[in-house]
């Protein structure tokens, strides 16, 4: 590990990254922040005025005014956040036993199951969601199946809610949370457990102690791909979710693209960034501090 | 091993384990063996690679199932039990140390997950690392420790549950030499003071010839011989047993002579003059160890076979030297003669005829008789 760098190359290898970034990432992220604190045009566009209510507006009090207090946005950003974090947990349940599994299959096994996780990425989004819309709704698949067999009586009408939107964006986010999980677990050392077993702890002790901190940095990636982008997601909630099941994301996407309020649009993406930013440092800097050093 | 012998520790019975081998067709990686260890006992599996020393530890630790025979633990067959319900502890080959735990948790594991107090733990964890010469080390994390330090933790992580049997599986392989020698003698030392059986593995014969109470050599699966190390070296059972353990040169052939002085003959024609015993006509193999061997005196008497050779080359080896002298036929042989008798050796130059002489009675004579 204790390789001499030269800086020279170093600093050549970096420039372009750097640039790179600094052009198409930083620059539109500044015209964001200082939107942000514009008022909004008449007819979009922004005029040149500071302007604070845009973020006021998120927390109830559109332009300031008191009596029209209304917690609507804030509403559909706490929503937001809790859906994004119950689609990590949905994830995780699924895709930790489901690695678990692969990684003790043979090698040609593994490698198919892999390709097989991938293959979604094959079609387009929104025909993968258009499917889910085909099965969910209640003269779909999944309705007239269970009618058919008989488990229930009524039509279950679950398109347009909730339900729906966890289902369609843990679908979609499977793969990200299943490939960083894979990876560690894959890589877990086996006679670490096998240890653990001859010194007398049972396989539900071995799990706790043993399997989970070592494949933590496996779980902590996941988490993060996934929560991002639930969290900032509009087109799952826009195909399966209705007008009823609104994120944050389908707000922003409105006020720049209906409303055309795009100073109101930039907050919310900046307060969306925030929180994002805050809950990854939290989140990682509590498994940094269990970290493995290897 | 009379009927009196007391309950042995742990016994093998009968084992039969095989693989299925990758490039089709099965492994026998054990042909049924059967051995005991006794109470107290520093035993070693010793053989060459791939004989089937890890799998044997493994059916015993509880990791691997035998596919006939079975084990028993302090009397008790354990066919079934799983790994963490079996009264034996592992000091694996590559120390597998949870690297996510410092030493202290490493160490006190076996403690935490059979749920002893925090306060009792804490003192057996300062007790076994003190044993194992690492006190103060307990806050660092495995990756911080060197590989020395590493198999001391393993050691004391392995012994903290008082097993009744420590299973080691060629624990010291990893170390260089020096660091090697003085873990054999703490090892040796820890067993005699904690009174634990010790199932120890090596491939290495001079490790398992300085360790051990008791060597069961192993090869392709088979025992090939159970022994005290003195037994082993100068009374090799088998072929096998003798070229893997020592130096020394083998002599294969047919006895023939059978009044006072038997004689080997090899099927190159080399007459080698050997103890009584043997009948003739008996399939045999002698074993001429390097200490064996000296100068031949001007007259040798009867009880003495000569051998003549060419001195090659004397290496020095510190304490001894060795001279490595070729055969009529072609074979190498070695002498490392006691000092008083080294005199005659110095005299003798590179390339120059030597003949070697031996007490007929020292090398060892494996008789096949068919
Ligand atoms: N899981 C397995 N699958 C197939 N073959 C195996 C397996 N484990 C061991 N073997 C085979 O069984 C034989 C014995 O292996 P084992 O690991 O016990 O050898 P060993 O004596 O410990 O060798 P070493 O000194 O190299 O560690 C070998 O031929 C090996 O290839
Ligand atoms: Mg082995």
Redesign the interface.
């Known amino acids: 590990m204790a390789v001499k760098r030269d800086s020279r190359r170093l600093f050549a290898l970096l420039t372009p990254g750097t640039v790179f970034l600094g052009i198409f990432f930083l620059g539109p992220l500044a015209v964001m922040v200082v939107f942000s604190f514009l008022e909004p045009g008449l007819y979009g566009g922004v005029e040149w005025n500071f302007y604070h209510w845009n973020y006021g507006r998120i927390l109830g009090w559109a332009d300031g005014e008191w009596e029209d207090f209304d917690p609507v946005y804030a509403e559909i950003f706490f929503r937001s956040v809790r859906l994004a974090l119950t689609n990590v947990a949905i994830t995780l349940l699924i895709c930790y036993p489901a690695a678990l599994w692969v990684s003790g299959l043979s090698a040609r096994w593994r490698t198919f199951v892999v390709f097989i996780v991938t293959l979604p990425f094959f079609v387009s989004l929104v025909v993968r969601l258009f499917c889910w819309v085909l099965i969910l709704r209640p003269s779909g698949f999944l309705s007239s199946t269970l009618l058919g067999l008989g488990l229930i009586s009524e039509p279950i009408d679950i398109i347009y809610t909730e339900t729906a939107v966890l289902i369609g964006m843990a679908y979609i986010l499977l793969p990200f949370m299943f490939l960083p999980l894979y990876a560690s677990i894959e890589k877990l050392?086996h006679?670490?457990v096998?240890?653990?077993?001859?010194?007398?702890?049972?396989p539900y002790?071995?799990f706790l102690?043993?399997i989970l901190?070592?494949t933590?940095p496996g779980i902590a990636a996941g988490s993060v791909l996934v929560f991002i982008p639930s969290l900032g997601n509009f087109i799952v909630p826009d195909l399966l979710g209705g007008a009823k099941v609104l994120m944050i994301g389908n707000l922003v996407e409105q006020q720049f693209l209906s409303a055309r309020n795009w100073p109101f649009g930039s907050a919310l993406s900046v307060m969306i960034m925030l929180v994002m930013f805050l809950l990854i440092v939290i989140y990682l800097r509590r498994i940094g501090r269990?970290?493995?050093?290897? | 091993m009379t009927g009196a012998a007391p309950e042995p520790i742990a016994e093998v019975r009968e084992a039969v384990k095989r693989f299925p081998a990758p490039e089709g067709g099965v492994v026998t990686a054990l042909d049924n063996i059967s051995l005991e260890v006794q109470q107290g006992q520093f035993a070693t599996l010793l053989g060459p690679s791939g004989c089937g020393k890890t799998t044997l530890l493994r059916t015993i630790s509880g990791f691997e199932d035998l596919d006939s025979g079975e084990v028993r633990i302090g009397g008790i067959p354990v066919t079934g039990v799983p790994p963490y319900r079996r009264p034996v502890n592992t000091v694996f080959q590559n120390y597998a140390l949870f690297p996510h735990l410092p030493v202290s948790g490493n160490v006190g594991y076996g403690l935490e997950v059979a749920g002893v107090q925090r306060s009792e733990r804490d003192r057996r964890v300062g007790e076994a690392l003190e044993r194992v010469g690492l006190s103060g080390f307990h806050r660092r994390k495995p990756a911080q420790l060197s590989g020395g330090q590493q198999q001391r933790v393993a050691l004391a992580r392995a012994i903290i549950n008082q097993p009744k049997l420590l299973l080691l599986d060629e624990p010291l392989s990893a170390l260089d030499r020096n660091l090697r020698q003085s873990m054999q003698l703490e090892l040796k030392s820890l067993q005699h003071d904690l009174g634990i059986c010790f199932l120890f593995v090596t491939h290495d014969q001079e490790e398992a010839l300085t360790m051990s109470d008791q060597v069961i050599v192993l090869n392709q699966g088979k025992i090939e011989q159970v022994g005290p190390p003195e037994v082993l070296y100068h009374r090799p059972a088998t072929r096998f047993v003798a070229e893997f353990i020592g130096d020394g040169a083998l002599f294969h052939g047919k006895i023939q002579n059978t009044d006072a002085d038997p004689v080997l003959v090899t099927e190159d024609g080399l007459r080698i003059a050997v103890g009584t015993g043997p009948g003739v006509g008996d399939s045999a193999t002698l074993i001429i160890r390097p200490e064996h061997l000296s100068i031949a005196p001007e007259d040798p008497d009867d009880s003495m076979g000569v051998l003549d050779a060419v001195l090659e080359q004397m290496v020095f080896k510190g304490a001894t030297r060795q001279y490595v002298c070729r055969l009529a036929n072609g074979a190498a042989i070695s002498a490392t003669p006691p000092e008083a008798s080294e005199e005659a050796f110095i005299r003798v130059r590179p390339g120059e005829p030597v003949r070697l002489a031996y007490r007929r009675s020292k090398p060892h004579l494996i008789v096949e008789t068919n």
């Open positions: 050392d006679s670490l096998e240890a653990s077993y001859d010194l007398g702890a049972n002790q071995t102690r043993v901190p070592s933590l269990s970290e493995i050093v290897r």
